[in-house]
């Protein structure tokens, strides 16, 4: 909320810029639009709205700011995480940057295109291109990119995950985590290290899994990010369910409930709490406690506005409803 004033007083400039003329001008508005964007996640789709309110002047860009312009764009769309549906666009853009860009420039251009092939599904362009964008990265000077260079590679291990590759994941991740640091991006280091426990899963070292998650855990407390330090914490359910330790898991969940329980105590209120009912709901139906599922699930099914959480509620209800051969309703 402090930074608010910031972003009214940065787009009140834009509005003023985007109805002047001359390169300086243009210059001036694309900074202001990658400032905006870089504050936050959320302000990028500020961003988008102030280039499109420049959109009908792109005539009167050169070529080079007509480049920028795009690149920008692109990367306020995936900050936003809007999906990319053509690469036409970027390949230009990347293909010029080639030619004429700096090592940062040229990093972010092959980033982006990467990005356009993750949204098209088509994965070898994507790592090819992630590929090439950590490659433009020049860590010898002091204005190296490492935030972006620290996402290529926590992209390149999310598409490592899916094709269940985990030696590859986990030097992605490990990559990712350490630019992470050098970019002084505290908290995405700590989440790129505690993504690689799905690498360990795969592996079938669970007893890993847990400690990543652990030590992931300890590292966002000491931080001071304790919301998502439970979230995490929360997360080595599945795995002790996996290997049959119900005792662990109840301790774990009981841990995770106390926390929401008092989140809740003080009006908080979004989809993680009921994607946490929908995992309360699965234990009580493991450990054949049916009113407690059917009481967690019932809430879950009923209020949450997440499918991938409604999904889960329906499954564990229908595994219910089969064992009191009411399976009809489902």
Not at 77 to 84: E, P, Q, R, V
Not at 103 to 121: F, I, K, Q, T
Not at 320 to 326: L, S
């Amino acid at each position: 909320m402090k930074k608010l004033p910031l972003v009214l007083l940065a787009i009140v400039s834009l509005f003023v810029l985007a109805g002047c003329h001359g390169d300086k001008q243009y210059d001036d508005l694309l900074q202001q639009a990658d400032s905006i964007m870089n504050i936050n996640d959320d302000s990028a789709k500020v961003a988008i709205k102030l280039l499109d309110k420049a959109k009908p002047q792109l005539n009167n860009f050169s070529k080079a700011q007509r480049m920028r312009y795009q690149l920008l764009y692109h990367k306020a769309m995936n900050k936003a995480d809007i999906l990319f549906s053509s690469d036409s666009i970027m390949k230009n853009v990347a293909a010029y940057y080639e030619k004429h860009g700096t090592s940062n420039e040229r990093m972010l251009a092959y980033y982006m295109l990467g990005c356009v092939y993750r949204d098209l599904y088509e994965a070898p362009m994507a790592l090819e291109n992630y590929d090439k964008a950590a490659e433009q990265a020049d860590t010898t000077k002091k204005d190296c990119d490492y935030t972006t260079l620290s996402r290529i590679y926590g992209q390149m291990g999310i598409l490592f995950e899916k094709q269940h590759i985990p030696y590859q994941e986990l030097s992605a991740l490990n990559n990712a985590t350490k630019y992470a640091y050098l970019a002084k991006d505290t908290l995405n280091a700590i989440l790129f290290f505690q993504n690689k426990s799905t690498a360990f899963y795969d592996l079938s070292e669970i007893d890993s899994a847990i400690h990543i998650n652990l030590k992931a855990y300890n590292l966002l407390k000491k931080h001071g990010y304790d919301q998502i330090a439970n979230i995490v914490f929360g997360c080595n359910y599945g795995y002790y369910i996996e290997k049959k330790d119900y005792s662990l898991a109840n301790q774990y969940l009981m841990k995770m409930k106390s926390f929401l329980d008092r989140m809740q105590a003080n009006n908080f209120s979004d989809n993680i709490d009921f994607s946490f009912h929908a995992t309360l709901g699965d234990y009580y139906n493991r450990v054949n406690k049916l009113d407690s599922a059917l009481f967690y699930l019932n809430i879950c099914k009923e209020q949450t506005t997440r499918l991938d959480t409604r999904i889960s509620a329906y499954a564990t209800l229908k595994k219910i409803a089969y064992k009191q051969n009411d399976w009809k309703q489902y």
